[in-house]
């Protein structure tokens, strides 16, 4: 009989991947969406006639309880959370509802109705924040710079205190940065992928960026979703970092992005004060060894293919907005 999975967060770039994966697997996939008047299920739009959905909210404990009661699953992915870290100064109070909070709610539910569960929670590098070491690994202390940081460190930290008190079988993976063609547009490697193809379709001349020294260790988004369900697959529960252990700055995402459409991005590419955050951090380089070794997993694309992939679907999507706008509209209907 085929395994159940249930993934908060299934519109989301990881969600998709990682739908497509469970359903690679043989799985059962079910999503949980909360309700919305507009339709944001484009990233699984191809996977609809293989998906179940279902309605919950990490905001309203009944919700999870009932969503977990219908559908049963064998594997929870929780990877639902207001995830953009600049609206996380200007909106702490929802990220901590939704970000940590919303861990408590959701295992909570499923120690009252599924204890069997497996429990997977996306942890993030941004708990390390002001780095205390370099790379970072399971044991490096945390220490996070903006208000999505210690939201996702307080359900980090949930996640092992369940698995300790009741004995659930709850994981956490501690991602550091990964990427995709999937990724929302307010995030700095969409942000930038997408200005080097506005550039080189002559929309626009100027990509105004902040910090371009920060440096982020940058993976593929498919890649990393196949580490969360190895996790859930052992014999024991632990927690792992996954990353590729290399660090690019946002400067060499510019660079790499720029020259795969044959431009100079010192020509196209300004600062701006504006785009600054209040605490920046400044260096994430994660040590995946754990994962490598007990997981057998390993990263499978690199950083220039990484931002390749990503500039060729802008590229294309561009081009399409181009087209579009040159289409005469048809004429109004007489009557």
């Not at 990881?14 to 507009?38: C, F, H, I, P, Q």
């Not at 995030?187 to 379709?201: C, E, I, L, S």
């Not at 196949?226 to 995402?253: C, F, I, K, N």
Request: glycine share 8%; hydrophobic share 40%; charged share 25%.
């Amino acid at each position: 009989m085929a395994r159940t999975a249930l993934i908060t967060g299934i519109t989301g770039q990881d969600g998709s991947y990682l739908a497509e994966l469970l359903l690679e697997n043989g799985y059962r996939v079910v999503g949980m969406t909360r309700r919305s008047s507009t339709a944001t299920n484009e990233r699984i739009a191809h996977l609809r006639d293989r998906l179940e959905l279902v309605q919950g909210d990490l905001l309203d404990q009944a919700s999870l309880v009932a969503a977990l009661t219908d559908v049963r699953p064998d594997e929870v992915y929780n990877l639902a959370a207001q995830s953009f870290v600049p609206t996380s100064w200007n909106q702490p109070v929802l990220t901590g509802e939704f970000t940590g909070l919303g861990v408590t709610r959701m295992l909570e539910a499923i120690r009252q109705v599924t204890p069997g569960v497996r429990f997977y929670q996306a942890s993030s590098s941004e708990m390390f924040g002001k780095v205390r070491e370099v790379p970072q690994d399971e044991r490096t202390p945390f220490h996070p710079r903006s208000p999505y940081g210690v939201a996702k460190a307080y359900g980090h930290f949930l996640t092992v205190n369940y698995r300790e008190s009741y004995g659930m079988f709850a994981v956490s993976g501690i991602l550091f940065n990964h990427e995709s063609p999937r990724r929302g547009l307010e995030f700095v490697t969409r942000k930038v992928t997408d200005g080097a193809a506005r550039v080189a379709h002559g929309q626009t001349d100027v990509l105004r960026m902040g910090n371009l020294d920060a440096e982020r260790d940058w993976g593929f988004a498919g890649d990393y979703v196949r580490a969360m369900w190895l996790m859930l697959q052992q014999d024991e529960p632990r927690d792992y970092v996954v990353a590729t252990g290399v660090t690019h700055s946002v400067r060499d995402l510019c660079r790499v992005a720029f020259a795969h459409v044959g431009l100079d991005y010192e020509r196209h590419v300004d600062t701006d004060p504006a785009f600054y955050r209040p605490a920046e951090v400044d260096h994430l380089r994660g040590d995946s060894s754990r994962a490598r070794a007990e997981l057998g997993w390993a990263p499978t694309v690199t950083f220039e293919e990484l931002v390749g992939m990503m500039v060729d679907a802008d590229m294309e999507r561009v081009e399409r907005e181009i087209a579009s706008a040159a289409r005469p509209e048809a004429p109004a209907p007489t009557t």
